[in-house]
């Protein structure tokens, strides 16, 4: 495992799919959530962002699919300053990133197919195109024979594969994913993980926040670790830094 | 928009209504409790009304003329006073008539009595008997009645009037502060509910904001179901309130009969004429308000 490196990556800033520019985030007054971040992702990154609980993670999340705006500083994705985005254009914004939770947030009252046709169906996309692109994409997340399934008819490996096939459809530049193996075994957790790979394979930037320290050391992707709102480490093919 | 996005949010607002079924239950029991109670005092207050209208229209006055007076001045007198706005109808009473009834009146099974009179005492009484269209306009008139040259005497119906105008301001009123309490109730009862059902949704809600559905695609679906449960919500009081009243009117008619023929109630087509498009345009606005403004407090995700 390789920790403590304090290593810089520098970025061309063209290539910047994410920028993080002095920005710090405070819920309440005087407990900064992030607290002067500077972050560059380039296009076709796959970067894992670690940390403890409450060490801002999942805030850069936010930050980024702009449920919350930053107290300071600013936050550009594919060029575009996320702090200025008025909220009729949110949604155009956000159909851009693709994003998938520790606890898979699918509609329970609908099967697979529909779960995954809701966001071709959001971007109006006509029905004869849903029919072909949602069997395409369960087939590369090897969910094809389970279409009718329910989710609580699933396993957690394959609800959280519903998921990525629903965040994957509209074909996203980005796609985050917030401890996508949180809730998984080991088996389904590397399954998950390879999926993510192949997919940044295909040329979208993946940005994973993670407690799974044996994904991450074995991974050797790009790692970014943040501790009480600062990044403390910033390590091309990087590992998971001990807390203590 | 297309069309296809429309049907799809019609669809799942329908689905929705059956799906959240003990949501849909309790939206819809505490709209049609709030219209049945609406529908209920609309009956009732509506009758009232008929009936004080019923009363005021038998209201007149009635105009007496100078002693000596031109046949023609009368008819002029006449043509001026049914051209008034508060003049429903002028009917001309002849001194002959005025003593007829009269004679029916004090003195039907004591013919001998009559007798004592030899000529009509009620002689240069000639009269116009005015109704008014509104008695609310009563003194107005009685002043001009006064002031036509040739009106010796005008007998007022000021204590009549007086009590049916105000019968009619509390009516009013009543009809008023009850529709008020009503909405609000109402309106406090179906957000409160609404909340509760949609807290339950945050999480699709959110998940739809998050893959980047537009607040139209999120409320539209809730905006359906929240117009299809005012629709029920309305027609089951509407039905329960038409049944009752059916029986209440057939009850009274069967074993009140002196009531009915003192009284004249509104039939069932004439209350439901206005109260069946009031009824389902309130549950309509209820249940469409109610989900508009509930799910936009989600929306900010």
Same mark, same amino acid.
């Given at each position: ?244 | ?167 009619? =301001? &509390?009516? $009013?009123?009543?009809? /008023?502060? !009850? ?5 609000? +109730?109402? @309106?406090?009862? #179906?957000? *409160? ?29 809730? =905006? &359906?179901? $929240?117009?299809?449960? /005012?629709? !029920? ?5 509407? +039905?329960? @309130?038409?049944? #009752?009243? *059916? ?38 606005? !209820? ?7 509930? @799910? ?6």
């Amino acid at each position: 495992m390789r920790t403590g490196s304090k290593k810089r990556v520098v970025r061309k800033p063209n290539d910047h799919v994410i920028s993080f520019e002095n920005v710090s985030k405070a819920y309440t007054e005087g407990a900064p959530a992030l607290n002067n971040v500077n972050l560059h992702i380039d296009k076709g990154e796959f970067v894992f962002i670690v940390g403890d609980s409450g060490s801002g993670k999942s805030t850069m999340i936010k930050l980024i699919m702009r449920e919350v705006l930053p107290s300071k500083g600013r936050v550009f994705v594919n060029g575009i300053d996320v702090v200025r985005l008025k909220h009729r254009q949110i949604p155009k914004y956000r159909r851009n990133i693709g994003i998938v939770f520790q606890d898979f947030r699918l509609l329970k009252d609908r099967n697979v197919y529909e779960n995954v046709a809701f966001a071709q169906r959001i971007i109006q996309v006509p029905g004869r195109e849903i029919r072909k692109n949602v069997p395409s994409i369960l087939s590369m997340v090897g969910l094809a024979g389970k279409y009718k399934a329910r989710p609580k008819q699933l396993s957690g490996g394959e609800q959280q594969r519903v998921a990525l096939a629903r965040a994957l459809i509209n074909k996203p530049d980005i796609l985050l994913a917030d401890e996508p193996t949180g809730n998984l075994d080991p088996k389904n957790s590397w399954e998950i993980m390879s999926l993510l790979e192949k997919i940044n394979e295909n040329g979208t930037t993946v940005l994973v926040v993670t407690h799974n320290r044996e994904i991450v050391n074995a991974m050797q992707k790009r790692v970014i670790t943040v501790k009480k709102g600062i990044i403390v480490s910033d390590e091309e093919r990087g590992g998971y830094i001990d807390e203590d | 928009m297309k069309i296809s996005t429309l049907f799809y949010c019609m669809w799942q607002g329908l689905r929705s209504t059956f799906r959240n079924k003990w949501f849909t239950l309790a939206s819809v029991a505490t709209i049609s409790a709030c219209l049945f109670l609406f529908g209920l005092f609309y009956a009732i207050l509506m009758n009232f009304q008929h009936m004080v209208k019923n009363a005021q229209d038998g209201v007149s006055v009635t105009v007496f003329f100078d002693e000596g007076i031109s046949d023609e001045r009368v008819l002029e007198i006449g043509e001026l006073i049914s051209h008034r706005v508060e003049v429903s109808k002028v009917e001309y009473i002849s001194a002959d008539e005025a003593w007829e009834t009269v004679k029916v009146y004090y003195f039907e099974g004591n013919e001998d009595a009559e007798k004592g009179f030899l000529e009509n005492p009620l002689e240069e009484s000639d009269s116009y008997e005015v109704f008014l269209t509104d008695v609310s306009m009563h003194e107005a008139l009685v002043s001009y009645l006064k002031s036509i040259d040739g009106v010796r005497k005008v007998n007022e119906a000021a204590s009549v009037s007086n009590m049916l105008s105000g019968i009619n =301001v &509390i009516i $009013g009123y009543v009809t /008023g502060g !009850i529709i008020v309490i009503l909405f609000a +109730v109402s @309106v406090f009862l #179906i957000s *409160n509910t609404v909340t509760i059902g949609i807290s339950v949704r945050k999480e699709e809600i959110q998940i739809m904001k998050y893959i980047g559905a537009t607040d139209f695609f999120v409320r539209a679906p809730f =905006v &359906i179901e $929240g117009i299809i449960i /005012g629709v !029920i919500g309305s027609l089951i009081p509407l +039905v329960v @309130v038409y049944m #009752i009243y *059916n029986q209440v009117m057939l009850y009274v008619a069967e074993r009140f009969t002196y009531l009915s023929q003192l009284m004249q109630f509104l039939t069932v087509e004439e209350i439901f004429a206005n109260l069946t498009p009031v009824c389902i345009g309130l549950g309509v606005g !209820i249940g469409f308000l109610g989900s508009f403004t509930t @799910v936009r407090k989600h929306l900010s995700v």
